[in-house]
């Protein structure tokens, strides 16, 4: 078994060669050829652009990125972020992070990711559509955007307003195309999008939060009781994922003790109620001054550093590093964003005794419902349109039977439940938790199997296993 004290990471946090190296990491425990490891890391295509926008009398020049990672499935998939901070480096670590995620829970893509480099906040909505749908006309141009080779979705700082774009443009220079809507996820219901698409991310965390502590061994293991119920946690981000984590984490039976944004964080061991936490945001723009909160903190990342069980960073990547990870007092971090954790702090967290539920599983549940919005668009049905009121109708007649030779009578609140035919959310949801749930059951038992020191390794060794057998089931690899 190799420790994690053994692995050797950079000093300066770069993003895909952090990843990479997890791959190294995960190699020790396969005997795959050096060259097929080497094609599974390897970003296949990576295409930089830039493009003149005219705000006002002037021009601005807006830089675009989008990454196909890997071909091994058709076609790739990955979201559009709009950030200030996007750079080709993270880029290319998203789009690697999206292949190994979409192996892990079973997703027949390729992982791909975009980015345009730019603070949406700055820009009116009449110059954002200008600058999405210019964009994808780019994507289009080169062949990185279609239901059949490249398929966006939502990330940071983008969402439905901005795949509606996405999806019209790509309509109105491919004419004709059945499959057309297919071309992106994430869409307004309107647009042929999803029911649970929006929360599926975050509900996604809270599963695999919950399935983490379930395991009475691994939590005895940690001094903490099995279950989710008086578990102490902490959030950071309130954006999509880090709301909709804390909202089913707390129907689970969880206390969110903690928020943290980048205007500051908030505490409380009593717990915070979520919408008034929200609300308070959303009328004074800031989470600091909440009337119920014990502590306030002007520096965010203090936030992370109080009393909890559980901290779910749900915002960008290298929130917690070797500088302050040993201040960390939660024994288990579940990664709603991408790449939170940086490699020597991980190693750190896990050799002090601490559970990490890796980003590429915690947070694939939007991927998951992504793929599901792709087949609905691919068979232009609805997810139960066909079958619902069938079952209603046989589950009524199983029951009039029942009565009938029982003499048993049901209640009308009976009746509705027995009867119910299942929406399309509510097959949503039950495939996401499906995916989750056994998914995480897999990267645990390969992680006892193997003698593996931490989950993201064991997810690692699970990804590039599927991806390699891809490779030579396709011929290139012996």
């Known amino acids: 078994m190799t420790k994690a ?60 990125w989008r990454v196909e990672h890997s071909h091994h499935m058709s076609p790739t998939k990955g979201g559009i972020r709009y950030s200030e901070i996007v750079n080709e480096d993270e880029v290319m670590a998203l789009a690697a992070l999206m292949t190994y995620k979409c192996a892990i829970v079973n997703v027949p893509f390729g992982g791909a990711k975009g980015g345009i480099k730019i603070n949406p906040k700055n820009y009116t909505i009449a110059e954002l559509e200008n600058i999405t749908r210019r964009y994808t006309v780019e994507l289009i141009k080169k062949n990185f955007i279609g239901p059949g080779i490249d398929v966006p979705a939502p990330d940071y700082g983008t969402g439905e307003r901005e795949m509606a774009w996405i999806a019209d443009t790509y309509l109105t220079m491919n004419p004709g195309s059945l499959d057309a809507l297919g071309c992106v996820t994430g869409k307004p219901i309107a647009l042929h999008g999803i029911a649970g698409r929006r929360e599926a991310t975050g509900r996604g965390v809270a599963y695999a939060v919950r399935e983490c502590v379930s395991v009475a061994e691994d939590m005895k293991a940690l001094g903490l009781s099995a279950g989710l119920d008086g578990k102490r946690v902490i959030i950071q981000g309130l954006g999509n994922v880090g709301y909709h984590t804390a909202k089913f984490l707390i129907e689970f039976g969880a206390t969110i003790v903690g928020f943290c944004e980048f205007e500051g964080a908030i505490y409380s061991k009593e717990g915070f109620d979520l919408d008034e936490v929200f609300n308070h945001r959303k009328e004074t723009g800031s989470i600091l001054g909440f009337s119920k909160s014990q502590k306030d903190f002007t520096d965010s990342a203090e936030g992370l550093e109080q009393e909890c069980d559980i901290l779910v960073p749900a915002a960008l990547e290298n929130q917690i590093t070797e500088k302050n990870v040993g201040r960390i007092k939660a024994k288990i971090i579940a990664e709603g964003a991408n790449g939170p954790t940086t490699p020597q702090a991980a190693a750190t967290f896990i050799e002090n005794g601490g559970i990490i539920i890796p980003d590429m599983y915690a947070n694939a549940g939007g991927v998951t419902v992504s793929y599901f919005e792709w087949l609905k668009n691919l068979s232009h049905v609805a997810f139960g ?73 064991a997810a690692f060794v699970a990804a590039i296993d599927k991806i390699a057998i891809s490779y030579m089931n396709m011929g290139i690899w012996p």
Do not use: W
């Open 5 to 64: 004290s053994e692995v050797v990471f950079s000093e300066e946090p770069h993003f895909f060669n952090d990843v990479c190296q997890y791959v190294d990491q995960a190699a020790k425990y396969s005997n795959h050829d050096a060259g097929l490891l080497h094609q599974i890391k390897a970003c296949n295509s990576i295409y930089h652009f830039q493009f003149p926008i005219r705000r006002g009398n002037s021009f601005e020049i807006i830089h675009g």
């Open 385 to 457: 349109r066909m079958g619902r009121r069938y079952d209603e109708n046989s589950n009524i007649n199983i029951m009039n039977l029942i009565e009938s030779t029982t003499g048993a009578t049901l209640t009308p609140a009976q009746r509705s439940l027995v009867s119910k035919g299942a929406s399309e959310l509510e097959l949503v949801n039950s495939g996401l938790e499906d995916t989750m749930v056994r998914s995480y059951h897999e990267i645990r038992e390969l992680k006892h199997k193997k003698n593996i020191d931490s989950l993201r390794t």
